[in-house]
Structures are given as C-alpha cells and as structure tokens.
C-alpha cells in the first residue's frame, strides 16, 4: 500500500509520528480542554478555545449542532442542561434563543463561524453531532474558505457521508467507526480501496470496554496507507508517553496543561 492522502493540506507532515520518533504530534484541545483547572464547566465556550490558544495550540476540537434556523454552534450535547442555564434540544431553538443562554453562568454559546474567524490561523478537528447539519456545515465551509482548515468526522455514517457529498470530497474527513471496523477486518489492499478518498486520519479510542482498538497492526496498516491515527480523550502522563512511544500521530486532550508539557519534555510539541 502507498500513501494516497496528501491531497488535503490539513494534514500535511513529514510523515507519521512513529517513523523516527522525533516528528511533533499533533496536539488537539478536546473541547478547548474541558477538564483543565481553569475551564472546568466551560467546555466548547470562546473562553476555552482561546485558553489552549494561548497555549500554543494550533488544533483545536470542538462538536456542532445546527438551531433550528439553521446556525452552528460549538456544542456537545443534543441537549442544553447539563452545562447552560437553559433547557431543551438545540436544534428546536432559534439562534437568537440560544444567544441567550450562558456556559457556566457566564459564558455564551460559540457560533463555528465565530471561532473559525477568531482563530483564523488554528485548525479545527469538527465532531458532526446534529442530524441536520452536514449541509449548513458544508455551506459554512464554503463561505469562509476554510477547506484546508477542517478535519471533519462524525460516529454517524450517514452524516458523514452526507457531509462528503455535500462537499464534493475536497474536505479531509475522518473516518467513521464502522469504516474503522472494516478497514481493519479486510484484506489490506481492499481495505484502502473501500476507504472515501478523503478518509486521512483514523480517530479512535484506545479501548471501547474491554475492546483493544489501538494496536500495532491498526497504526502499522495506517500508516502505510498514508492515514494518521489519532486517540481520544488522554489526560495522563503516563498514557500520553505511551502512545507516543506507540507511534500515534496525534492525541486529543481535556488536559492541555498535562499534553504540552509532556510533549515538551518528550520533544514532540510543536510550537506555533
């Protein structure tokens, strides 16, 4: 197998992280970094995103749902209770509803197109969480030329699938659980043929229970493919050194306090 995903700038390297253990890895700010000591309560608020900012990160993640008239926010729930002062399903309020409600008590709920603005020179790794929003999102990317900016992925097949369409395959995508499942269970040059061809990164957990999905045999038939693989959600030190060690080529945090400096004294951050 040869590397076939170097079409989509957002993720251009040098290659895997794990192909001679000093290439940076990518360091993404789960949420704005929901469980640092600081943010604790305000995830996916402007406040969060500009606090793994001004960290030095340069990816930031974040989920979208779409009000019903067809707004995205940065939000992770379907719902609003559990961290707004309002209540209900986001996607049956208007945007100017939302714009009422506060994070935390204090902080409002982000607009996409906001935080793509804001941060003009950050990436953005976007969790597709509304059942309507693969289109709104390919128009929002369209609008603001932020192609090359996005990694899109969703735990829906459907919706990204959609999304592809909607975006005529020039938006890097992650690829979805069940495409993970049979990249994994087919024969290996049939799995990168059955892969959309703007599949570039496998983003998994590294264990689902008492599933094993991260394994040397799933970084290793990444790889040659040209596919990054990513890990969510990791906030121990002792976790992060591992996987590096392992040859991840990035990793999701909702410490990123613990990421950086565990990068640093690894070698492996990035500085912007």
């Known amino acids: 197998m040869t590397a076939r995903r170097d079409g989509f700038p957002v993720l251009a390297r040098r290659g895997p992280a794990g192909a001679d253990g000093t290439a940076p890895v990518l360091a993404f700010a789960h949420r704005g970094g929901a469980r640092h000591p600081d943010l604790l309560g305000l995830e996916n608020t402007r406040r969060a995103f500009a606090h793994a900012y001004a960290l030095g990160f340069r990816w930031l993640e974040t989920d979208v749902h779409v009000s019903r008239d067809g707004c995205l926010v940065a939000f992770h729930d379907p719902v609003l209770e559990r961290v707004t002062d ?11 509803e939302i714009d009422r409600l506060r994070i935390g008590g204090t902080e409002p709920i982000p607009r996409l197109e906001e935080l793509l603005e804001e941060f003009h020179d950050a990436r953005f790794n976007i ?8 289109r709104p999102l390919a128009e929002l990317i369209d609008r603001t030329g932020a192609h090359d900016r996005v990694l899109v992925s969703s735990f829906s097949p459907a919706r990204i699938r959609q999304f592809r369409t909607a975006t005529g395959g020039r938006v890097a995508t992650a690829a979805s659980p069940p495409e993970v499942a049979r990249f994994l269970a087919l024969p290996a040059r049939l799995a990168v043929l059955r892969l959309d061809p703007t599949v570039c990164a496998l983003q998994v957990p590294e264990r689902r229970g008492r599933l094993q999905v991260l394994s040397p045999r799933l970084l290793a038939r990444a790889h040659r493919a040209g596919l990054q693989v990513h890990v969510w959600t990791v906030d121990e030190p002792a976790d992060i050194e591992r996987l590096v060690a392992a040859g991840v080529d990035g990793l999701m945090t909702d410490r990123t306090d613990t990421l950086r400096a565990v990068l640093q004294r690894l070698g492996r951050w990035e500085e912007p």
Do not use: C, H
């Not at 309002?86 to 945007?95: I, R």
């Not at 969790?127 to 309507?132: A, F, R, V």
């Open 86 to 96: 309002g209540n209900g399903m986001v996607e049956s309020m208007t945007m100017a």
């Open 127 to 134: 969790d597709l969480k509304s059942p309507g929003g693969a």
